[in-house]
């Protein structure tokens, strides 16, 4: 590598530093776990969090089922679901949910999530998060990354 090529692979380390450093200090994504139980009867279920930056702000909490979309497959039922989350704390959160609930070969429930909106007043207000979930016989089971900012 010659000075020039050095000098160059330099100043673009420094420029990254520039911008990545305050993305990090103003709330970079962090892993995020989130484990629940869910009554498909009234949609109603709880939740605790086991990781990630909701757990200085919503540590557990309650969850409502406020939509579903239901479609036939071949091998089982795809879902919509938008779950509010109710923080004990007191911020609210709502996250959408795509689910597929597989009845052949095996029964399964997979499902990727996204948050679409936060309370506006009680720090969640910037919340954003991805990722995926899944559901067995201990309850509902997230996984991804969330955000503050």
Known sequence: MNRRQLGAALGLAFALGAIWAPMAAS???ANTTIHGTFDANTGLGTFDVASGPLNDVCSAGTTSDEARVVKETAQGLKLVVLKTFYCDE????????SVLVDFEPTFSINFSWNVVAGSGTDGLESLRGAGTGFGDDQGDHYSGRMSLR
């Open 90 to 97: 007191g911020p609210t959160f709502v996250m959408k949910l």
């Open 27 to 29: 709330g970079a994504s």
